[in-house]
T-cell receptor, first 110, second 113 residues
Framework: GDSVTQMEGPVTLSEEAFLTINCTYT??????LFWYVQYPGEGLQLLLK?????DKGSNKGFEATYRKETTSFHLEKGSVQVSDSAVYFC?????????FGDGTTLTVKP | SAVISQKPSRDICQRGTSLTIQCQVD?????MFWYRQQPGQSLTLIAT?????????ESGFVIDKFPISRPNLTFSTLTVSNMSPEDSSIYLC??????????FGSGTRLTVV
């Protein structure tokens, strides 16, 4: 079946550091790809999305590019802030069914 | 974008009891989804609820344990029945936007003691 594999956490960075959270997927078709963010005590919020190969999703300084050849959708941010501390989930949607990765906890220290 | 209100936000329940979680959406939606997020883990789909029909349950989840109601296009409930400590999780409802990505409620944090 479809699956999403995320870089294991937790990830701890200093403020203004560069962030990469790796995500790869396995799917039987051509899925849409997403990153969701979950702040402490809250539900998931869509961070960014890409619906086809080579699309780049971006939001709040975060970016991810849909790489069909490597089946990847890595999340990047050039300069993280303390307020970016959260759990990040990579997900795919295929034929209306969503599959989520296990989540990566990011802690940013001042 | 949809706004989803979920109640209660958290609860502590005795084993053997049941809890009903409510999910209210500010617009009419065809499908609503219920997920479980066990501590430190990802989301697992429990069931999909369409208005006017029985919910469709994923493998490992049964109606007797997780009965769902969907009385109209803006509301759904999930009941966690005969609870045990293993049911301690965050329960999330969601709706689809544009048939693609999900909007989530803020979740119900359930602790069973």
């Amino acid at each position: 079946g479809d699956s999403v594999t995320q870089m294991e956490g937790p990830v701890t960075l200093s403020e203004e550091a560069f962030l990469t959270i790796n995500c790869t997927y396995t799917a039987t078709g051509y899925p849409s790809l997403f990153w969701y963010v979950q702040y402490p005590g809250e539900g998931l919020q869509l961070l960014l999305k890409a619906t086809k190969a080579d699309d780049k999703g971006s939001n709040k300084g975060f970016e991810a590019t849909y790489r069909k050849e490597t089946t990847s959708f890595h999340l990047e941010k050039g300069s993280v802030q303390v307020s970016d501390s959260a759990v990040y989930f990579c997900a795919l949607d295929l034929a209306g069914k969503s599959t989520f990765g296990d989540g990566t906890t990011l802690t940013v220290k001042p | 974008s949809a706004v989803i209100s979920q109640k209660p936000s958290r609860d502590i329940c005795q084993r053997g009891t049941s809890l009903t979680i409510q999910c209210q959406v500010d617009s009419q939606v065809t499908m609503m989804f219920w997920y479980r997020q066990q501590p430190g883990q990802s989301l697992t789909l429990i069931a999909t609820a369409n208005q006017g029909s029985e919910a469709t349950y994923e493998s490992g989840f049964v109606i007797d344990k997780f009965p769902i109601s969907r009385p109209n296009l803006t509301f759904s409930t999930l009941t966690v029945s005969n609870m045990s400590p293993e049911d301690s999780s965050i329960y999330l409802c969601s709706v689809e936007e544009g048939g693609l990505f999900h909007f989530f409620g803020s979740g119900t944090r359930l602790t069973v003691v």
